[in-house]
């Protein structure tokens, strides 16, 4: 039978202790529970580690032979221990964000420059996708995602944080006198963020969805916000980008387009404390965006 590691590291606290007494007040543990450990790894090792006498105590070849080859290794262990701990107990270590592209690039900017000022022992690495749902793997630690449908099932766990109401809106010369309904648009020309794209509209209980078929395709809010205010047709955004622009105006329709849904993903329920952090920082922080 082999030692384990907690009879080892009580024997090397034995031999620099000098004594059972001083041993057992660094371990915080009875003189007579010492004694059981030291007997015990004696039992498995079949040798005898230490010669006592009631003044003084020598260790044996044997004892001297453990005591010198497993010192460095519990050393290291115990260090491993203390970096662990610092990592629960402390924030810090990589942090990699993945973030839908031009989401409020300057808060953003601002709120992660503020909070790697808080937690300087954290390393933050932000990314950007312009796809509908991020590429994420085991080194990704939060990932947010704009969406108007539920998310997809997966192994990752999804918090929904934030709603933006949303529109329809062209350059004031583009001519909407025959849009009144959701269907109308089926004929105009449309900005689109994906081909084969689908507008969806809701009205109290009931949600309608409109295919869209756009002379372009845009995956940029912004580009997609300049090519409509160049008259190339209707775009669909967030409220929150087209304010006080005089270049544009909103569409009014029987129906309202469905808001957009600000979620985070993330690996577990037992996240590691430099990703608590983050998110909680931004959740005390979120109304910077509206």
């Known amino acids: 039978m082999k030692a384990n590691l907690d009879d080892l590291y009580m024997f090397i606290a034995l031999v620099e202790s000098g004594s059972f ?40 070849q044997s004892g001297q032979l453990l005591y010198q080859k497993s010192k460095p290794h519990i050393e290291a262990l115990s260090k491993v221990e203390e970096e662990v701990g610092s990592f629960i107990n402390e924030p ?40 509908a749902m991020p590429e994420i793997n085991h080194t990704t630690d939060l990932a947010f995602v704009l969406h108007e449908t539920p998310l997809t099932t997966s192994n990752w766990i999804g ?84 304010q006080n622009n005089p270049q544009i105006k909103k569409i009014k329709l029987t129906k309202e387009p469905v808001a957009q849904q600000l979620s985070v993903l993330y690996q577990s329920r037992s996240i590691p404390l430099k990703t608590r952090a983050f998110l909680d920082f931004f959740q005390n922080n979120i109304g910077r965006l509206s």
Not at 35 to 60: D, G, I, P, Y
């Open 21 to 60: 007494t001083l041993a057992a007040n660094k371990l915080n543990m009875p003189k007579s529970k010492l004694s059981r450990h030291l007997v015990q790894l004696e039992k498995k090792l079949n040798t005898q580690l230490l010669l006592r006498t009631t003044r003084s105590q020598e260790l044996t």
């Open 92 to 131: 810090k270590g990589q942090l990699n964000i993945l973030l839908p592209l031009e989401f409020f690039n300057r808060i953003i900017s601002e709120l992660i420059t503020d909070f790697v000022k808080q937690y300087p022992q954290i390393n933050l690495t932000c990314a950007h996708y312009s796809s």
């Open 159 to 242: 918090k929904t944080l934030l709603s933006f109401p949303q529109s329809l809106f062209t350059s004031i010369i583009y001519d909407t006198n025959n849009l009144s309904k959701p269907e109308d648009l089926e004929d105009e020309s449309c900005i689109l963020a994906s081909t084969h794209e689908q507008w969806l509209f809701r009205d109290k209980n009931t949600l309608q969805a409109v295919p869209i078929y756009g002379r372009i395709v845009l995956p940029s809010p912004e580009m997609r916000l300049e090519a409509m205010q160049r008259g190339l047709g209707i775009v669909k955004l967030p409220d929150y980008t087209c």
